[in-house]
Structures are given as structure tokens and as C-alpha cells.
T-cell receptor, first 111, second 115 residues
Framework: TQLLEQSPQFLSIQEGENLTVYCNSS?????LQWYRQEPGEGPVLLVT?????EVKKLKRLTFQFGDARKDSSLHITAAQPGDTGLYLC???????????FGQGTTLQVKP | DARVTQTPRDKVTEMGQEVTMRCQPI?????VFWYRQTMMQGLELLAY????????DSGMPKDRFSAEMPDATLATLKIQPSEPRDSAVYFC?????????????FGPGTRLTVL
């Protein structure tokens, strides 16, 4: 069974601080996605990474896919209260489009 | 602004009652997913369809859950009979069907409480 473990589970920081969320697995994935979910809403895709070692930047967010395509990280620079939410990583293997989700990291950024 | 819609948004019912949740995928999307989200288990895939045909329902308790797509604009998830442990938020998502680079668009969810 493929599993994705996210850490930390909870993170509470002050505005302006940097943070990194990790997503690890013993399985290889063909692609990995990061989603952000706000209360009362469904997850919204932030980024998809498909190549081992790939780094993608989205404003203050930097996403990295591990060389072996088993892990990923999300780094936020100078966090803002608007970044508060649940961050989910999700891996896809094969060509089914089926995703395995991590448990999520709840981020709270205090003003 | 195309989006996935789900009804009802909230449902409170008593144990043993039948519950039906509905989802309208984004027009033109050929893949529909049903997920369940709880604090303990996180987001779990229950079933998914491509071109209205069920591809995988291994995540779904088959004795009480059933999922169908009567047509391309409607997906349903039914629980009969419902139990308190079914309390969760149920999400529907739709996608274009690209095998690797697909984006799943999630609906707002149905919050189910079974008393």
C-alpha cells in the first residue's frame, strides 16, 4: 500500500517567518501535487511536479520533488495570514489519475 | 467560472436512514472522483469513474455504499443504511482525464452527520 507521510501535522507561526512542509514516501510516484484547503471548501491545486529534482516557484512558495520521486517539500517564505490553511500533498503512480493523499499539514499564520 | 457543484452542503440524519449525495462535474470533464475526509483518516478515495464507467471502488464499503453516474452531468453517492461512523465531509472532484498531469477540481463538499 502506498502511503504519503506529511510533517509537521500542525504549524503555528508568526507573520514573516519561513516554513517548510515535508511529504515522504517509500514509494515512487510519477507525479506529485500540492493542494491547499480552506475551511468549508474543497482542496485547490497549487502545483504539480513530475520530474525528479524539479523545483517550481509560485510567488513565495517553492516546491521541490525529490531526485528519486519519493518525497517532496513545500517552502513558504515570509508567511502571511492569508497562507493559513490545510496543505495536502498527493501522489500519482501509473496512468490511472488516481491520487494518494497525505494526512495534511495545518498551517496557522498569526498577524 | 466553471466549478464542481455538490448538494446538499450539509446533511444531518439518523442512523439507518438512506443518504444520497449529488455532484455535478465540470462540463467536459470525463473523470469523477468521490472522496471522504475525516480528521482521523484524512482524505480517502472512495470511487472514481471515467466516461461514466466505474474504474475503481475499492475504497468504498460495498455493503452500504453505492456510486453511480446516471449521465455525464450527474454523479451520485448513496449510503444505505447510514451509520454514525459515516459522519464525514464527502467531496466530489472532476478532471479532464489526463493520466499524469491532470488537475482535479474539487467541489465544496457535503458535510454528513449521522446521529
Amino acid at each position: 500500500t502506498q502511503l504519503l507521510e506529511q510533517s509537521p501535522q500542525f504549524l503555528s507561526i508568526q507573520e514573516g517567518e519561513n516554513l517548510t512542509v515535508y511529504c515522504n514516501s517509500s514509494s515512487v510516484f510519477s507525479s506529485l501535487q500540492w493542494y491547499r484547503q480552506e475551511p468549508g471548501e474543497g482542496p485547490v491545486l497549487l502545483v504539480t511536479v513530475v520530474t525528479g529534482g524539479e523545483v517550481k516557484k509560485l510567488k513565495r512558495l517553492t516546491f521541490q520533488f525529490g531526485d528519486a520521486r519519493k518525497d517532496s517539500s513545500l517552502h513558504i517564505t515570509a508567511a502571511q495570514p492569508g497562507d493559513t490553511g490545510l496543505y495536502l500533498c498527493a501522489g500519482s503512480s501509473g496512468n490511472t489519475g488516481k491520487l494518494i493523499f497525505g494526512q495534511g499539514t495545518t498551517l496557522q499564520v498569526k498577524p | 467560472d466553471a466549478r464542481v457543484t455538490q448538494t446538499p452542503r450539509d446533511k444531518v440524519t439518523e442512523m439507518g436512514q438512506e443518504v444520497t449525495m449529488r455532484c455535478q462535474p465540470i462540463l467536459g470533464h470525463n473523470t469523477v472522483f468521490w472522496y471522504r475526509q475525516t480528521m482521523m483518516q484524512g482524505l480517502e478515495l472512495l470511487a472514481y469513474f471515467r466516461n461514466r464507467a466505474p474504474l475503481d471502488d475499492s475504497g468504498m464499503p460495498k455493503d452500504r455504499f453505492s456510486a453511480e453516474m446516471p449521465d455525464a452531468t450527474l454523479a451520485t453517492l448513496k449510503i444505505q443504511p447510514s451509520e454514525p461512523r459515516d459522519s464525514a465531509v464527502y467531496f466530489c472532484a472532476s478532471a479532464m482525464g489526463h493520466p499524469v498531469l491532470d488537475t482535479q477540481y474539487f467541489g465544496p463538499g457535503t458535510r454528513l452527520t449521522v446521529l
